[in-house]
């Protein structure tokens, strides 16, 4: 017991220390350009990880494909959960996404990575570019009211995961230039997405306490439910079942908070389900890791 308390406490920690080094940097009135670092990882670094993972990972492409099926399992009975729930409570359907979205980037990629190295990574970077496909397609349509094509051609990481899924099918030898630049513009996506995230959260308040730890709480549970079932269904073991069930239960992505505002939509509760999820996440993930490894 103790050995997995310690082990538990010595994936966290890196985390959680990264994480209030932003926290820190906020709160002394330094700048910190987050649209740039944002811009900087979506566009360049985040697909040059997914990439040079993908294609590295020794890991087979059938056991891929079935991390992937089952995160698109996970999502479609997270966002028929919520919406079952938030309808029930007359709540504002458009929650669903941010129920369904939890922060498998700037979180559920490190926790992974530390939990089970390279695999794991590996297997969280399948997740996590599932679930963007999810939210720049479904998730941004329901905050702007609309599909648009346009909008989703215009993500460099679904060309990323398509390049490497091409490498990998096609067995296409990749000239080693390639590969160490891609792993040298990932090696920076872990540390400044945790930074980001610190920073991201010291800005956020939750109004409205008491109703907002009530939703936090719904969600959590509903996102456990999900990864507990959908493990169990595709049969998914060590590593790919700890990966689905992390990535699932990670908190409320901060990024929900940047396209209700963008989109005119209720960002200050969506700031405080952000905002405790992250809270109470120290709290459980100590549980989760003792289920998982």
């Keep these: 017991m103790l050995d997995l308390s310690l ?19 906020k709160k002394s009135g330094l700048e910190y350009p987050t649209n740039f670092v944002t811009t900087l990882v979506i566009n360049i670094a985040l697909p040059a990880l997914i990439f040079h993972t993908l294609v590295s990972a020794d890991i087979s492409l059938d056991a891929l494909y079935q991390l992937g099926s089952a995160t698109v399992v996970v999502h479609v009975l997270l966002i028929s959960l919520s919406a079952l729930v938030l309808r029930l ?49 479904v998730g941004e349509a329901v905050y702007a009211g609309s599909l ?10 679904i060309y990323a995961l398509i390049a490497a899924l091409l490498v990998r099918i096609g067995n296409i030898p990749v000239h080693e230039i390639i590969m160490d630049t891609t792993q040298l513009l990932g090696g920076v996506v872990v540390p400044i997405m945790l930074i980001t995230l610190g920073i991201s959260i010291a800005g956020m308040v939750a109004r409205n306490f008491l109703s907002t730890l009530f939703w936090a709480l719904v969600r959590t549970g509903l996102a456990i439910i999900a990864g507990l079932l959908v493990a169990e269904w595709f049969s998914l073991e060590g590593v790919a079942r700890g990966v689905l069930i992390i990535e699932t239960v990670v908190p409320v ?28 996440a120290i709290l459980y993930f100590p549980f989760i890791f003792g289920l998982v490894l």
Excluded at 9 to 23: D, K, V
Excluded at 115 to 134: D, K, N, P, T, W
Excluded at 149 to 157: A, D, G, Q, T
Excluded at 256 to 280: D, F, M, P, R, V
Aim: hydrophobic share 50%; charged share 10%.
């Design 89 to 137: 409570a007359k709540k504002d359907l458009g929650l669903t996404v941010s129920f369904t979205v939890g922060n498998t980037g700037n979180l559920g990629l490190p926790l992974c990575l530390l939990a089970f190295g390279e695999e794991g990574l590996a297997y969280a970077i399948v997740y996590f570019s599932v679930q963007c496909i999810f939210l720049f397609t």
């Design 148 to 157: 648009s094509i346009k909008r989703i051609l215009k993500v460099p990481i």
């Design 253 to 280: 992505a901060v990024f929900h908070y940047l396209l209700a505002y963008k989109h005119n939509k209720n960002s200050e509760e969506i700031s405080g389900l952000i905002l405790i999820t992250h809270l109470a």
């Design 7 to 25: 082990r538990i406490l010595g994936i966290m920690a890196p985390s959680m220390l990264l994480a209030c080094i932003g926290l820190g940097w």
